[in-house]
C-alpha cells in the first residue's frame, strides 16, 4: 500500500495530470499523515483547515498546485509556517514566512563571482554552485527562523519557469524535506512568485490588478485576475531589460559583483541622459510588448564609436573615459525605461478597459529595485490614478520570501501536492517547467516574433488552473 501511494504522488506530477484524484483507501493514509504535519499552532486552527480543506475522507489530491478545489473553502489561518525554496537562475534562496505576513527568515546565496567571471550564467555552474550551498542555506533559514524541519506546515519551491539543472536542485531539496516530514509541497511559478509577493507587502492590495514584471530573464505585463488566473497584455520579443543592463554595464567595464543594474543606476546619476542618442525600441508598434536587442546593440555600438575598452575597468578609465562611460549609461537607462514607460501606459488603458476596477500596478523583478525606474513609472500611474507598489529591493530581486508567500496563497485554496514518498521510484522524473507562460495571451497583444517560439513550451499556469476549475 505505501509503495502503491508512493508510486501514484510520484506518477501524478509526472504525468502532470490535469484532472481531480479521487484516492480511495489509501487516501485515507494521506489524509491522517496530512492532518498530522498541516501544523497550525494551535488545534482550533488545525481543525479548521481540515475540515475546509478535506470535507470528506476522499482527498482532493492535486497536481502541480491545480487542484479543482471549487468544493473547498478558502483557509484562511494565520498559523501556517511555509518554507520557501528558489533556484532557478542564480540566486540560491531561502526563506520562511508565517501565513499571517511574518517573515521569519530570508537567506540568499548569489552567484556574483560566477557572473564576473563568465559575464552571465552558465547553467552547469550555477547548477553546481547551487548544489554546492542548497544545504546551507535552507538550514540558515531554519535556524534564523529558530525552527527545524519538522516545524514546518508546508514546502513551496519554484518549479519553472528557470533553467532545469537549476530548478532540479531546489525541487530535489524541497522534496527531500517534505519526504522526510511528511509535509506536503506547493509547486510554484516563479513570475506569478514575483507579482504576489506585492500581496505580502500591501496586504490590502486585491485582484485584480496590473503587473509589470522585469528581471534577467523576463519582462512581462500581465493583467492579474485572480490567483492562477493572468492575462499577458505583453511580453519581450527578445531580451528582457535586466539583461540589456547586464550586458551594458559588462561593455562598460562596471562592477558586476552587485549586479549589473544596480552598477548602471548608480553611473548613470553621474551622466547626461540626452548626451548618447539611442533610439526607442518598438516606436511603431502600437502594442504592449517589449523589445531590448536593438538597444543592447546601440548601446554596444556607441561604446566602439567613442573607443572605450571595457576590459579595462571603471576605476582604472580616464576621467575623461569615466565621464563618457557615464553619458552612455545614463543615456542607455532613459531610452530602456522609456521603453517601459510607454508600454506601461498603453498596458493601463487596456486593462481598464477589460477590468475597469483596477487600481494598482505592481512593478516587480530584480530592475524594479531601481529607483529611476520606479520615480518613472510613478508618473504613469499618477497620470491614470492608479496606485504603484514596489516591494522592498531584497523581494524584488529572487528571493524565497516570495516562494513561500506564493505557497501559502496556493495552499490556502488547496493548490498542493500531497507529500513524496521517502524514496522516490527509480523512474520518477521530477515535474519541471522550464517554458512555463503564466498566461494566456491577450489577443491585441499577440506579438509575431514570440509565437513562432513555442517549441516545448509547458500549457501557461492560468490555462491548468482553468482546466481544473472546469
Ligand atoms: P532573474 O530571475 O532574471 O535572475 P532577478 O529578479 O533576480 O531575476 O533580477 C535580476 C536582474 O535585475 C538582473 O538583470 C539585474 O541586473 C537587475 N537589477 C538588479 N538591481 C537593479 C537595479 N538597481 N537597476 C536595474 N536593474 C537591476
Ligand atoms: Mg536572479
Avoid at 494565520?78 to 534562496?93: F, Q
Avoid at 538550514?139 to 514546518?152: G, S, V
Avoid at 575623461?320 to 521603453?339: C, K, M, N, P, T
Avoid at 496556493?410 to 512555463?436: A, H, K, M, S, Y
Amino acid at each position: 500500500m505505501a509503495s502503491l501511494a508512493s508510486t501514484l504522488s510520484c506518477t501524478i506530477s509526472r504525468l502532470n495530470l490535469f484532472a481531480e484524484l479521487s484516492l480511495n483507501h489509501h487516501s485515507i493514509r494521506i489524509y491522517r499523515t496530512l492532518s498530522s504535519k498541516l501544523r497550525p499552532m494551535n488545534s482550533l486552527y488545525h481543525r479548521r483547515v481540515f475540515k475546509s480543506s478535506f470535507p470528506s475522507t476522499t482527498i482532493k489530491s492535486t497536481t502541480s498546485n491545480c487542484s479543482k478545489n471549487t468544493s473547498l473553502k478558502p483557509v484562511y489561518d494565520d498559523n501556517l509556517v511555509v518554507l520557501g525554496i528558489e533556484t532557478s537562475c542564480d540566486d540560491t534562496a531561502a526563506a520562511v514566512v508565517r501565513s499571517n505576513g511574518e517573515i521569519l527568515s530570508q537567506v540568499v546565496s548569489s552567484q556574483a563571482d560566477l557572473l564576473v567571471k563568465y559575464g552571465g550564467v552558465a547553467p552547469k555552474m550555477a547548477e553546481e554552485a547551487h548544489s554546492q550551498v542548497i544545504d546551507q542555506v535552507v538550514q540558515d533559514a531554519l535556524d534564523k527562523a529558530n525552527l527545524t524541519e519538522a516545524d514546518l506546515s508546508a514546502v513551496a519551491v519554484t518549479i519553472g519557469p528557470g533553467l532545469s539543472l537549476c530548478l532540479r536542485v531546489g525541487v530535489q531539496k524541497a522534496r527531500k524535506v517534505a519526504a522526510i516530514h511528511q509535509l506536503p509541497i506547493v509547486n510554484v511559478h516563479h513570475m506569478e512568485a514575483h507579482a504576489l509577493v506585492a500581496r505580502l507587502c500591501e496586504r490590502d492590495l486585491q485582484f485584480p490588478f496590473l503587473a509589470l514584471l522585469i528581471s534577467g530573464g523576463h519582462n512581462l505585463l500581465v493583467l492579474a485576475r485572480d490567483l492562477g488566473d493572468y492575462l499577458q497584455l505583453g511580453t519581450t520579443i527578445d531580451d528582457a531589460i535586466g539583461e540589456a543592463y547586464d550586458k551594458s554595464a559588462k561593455w562598460l567595464g562596471l562592477d558586476l559583483r552587485r549586479s549589473g543594474g544596480a552598477a548602471i543606476e548608480e553611473l548613470a546619476q553621474r551622466g547626461d541622459s540626452h548626451s548618447v542618442k539611442f533610439s526607442v525600441p518598438m516606436k511603431q508598434h502600437k502594442d504592449c510588448n517589449f523589445s531590448y536587442a536593438g538597444l543592447k546593440t546601440q548601446v554596444k555600438l556607441a561604446i566602439e564609436s567613442k573607443n572605450i575598452d571595457g576590459g579595462v575597468p571603471f576605476s582604472s578609465a580616464s576621467i575623461e573615459d569615466q565621464g563618457q562611460r557615464a553619458d552612455i549609461a545614463a543615456s542607455f537607462q532613459r531610452v530602456a525605461v522609456l521603453h517601459l514607460e510607454e508600454r506601461c501606459e498603453r498596458a493601463v488603458q487596456w486593462a481598464l478597459e477589460i477590468e475597469p476596477s483596477i487600481k494598482h500596478l505592481v512593478v516587480s523583478g530584480g530592475v524594479a529595485s531601481n529607483q529611476y525606474v520606479r520615480a518613472r513609472l510613478h508618473e504613469v500611474v499618477g497620470r491614470n490614478s492608479l496606485q504603484l507598489i514596489c516591494p522592498p529591493p531584497s523581494l524584488c530581486t529572487d528571493n524565497g520570501v516570495m516562494i513561500a508567500w506564493t505557497g501559502i496563497e496556493n495552499f490556502r485554496l488547496g493548490r498542493f501536492d500531497p507529500p513524496p514518498p521517502v524514496i522516490e521510484p527509480e523512474d520518477c522524473q521530477i515535474d519541471l517547467r522550464p517554458r512555463w507562460p503564466l498566461g494566456e495571451e491577450y489577443g491585441k497583444g499577440r506579438s509575431v516574433a514570440r509565437s513562432m517560439k513555442t517549441a516545448r513550451i509547458h500549457p501557461s499556469l492560468t490555462s491548468l488552473t482553468q482546466h481544473q476549475r472546469q
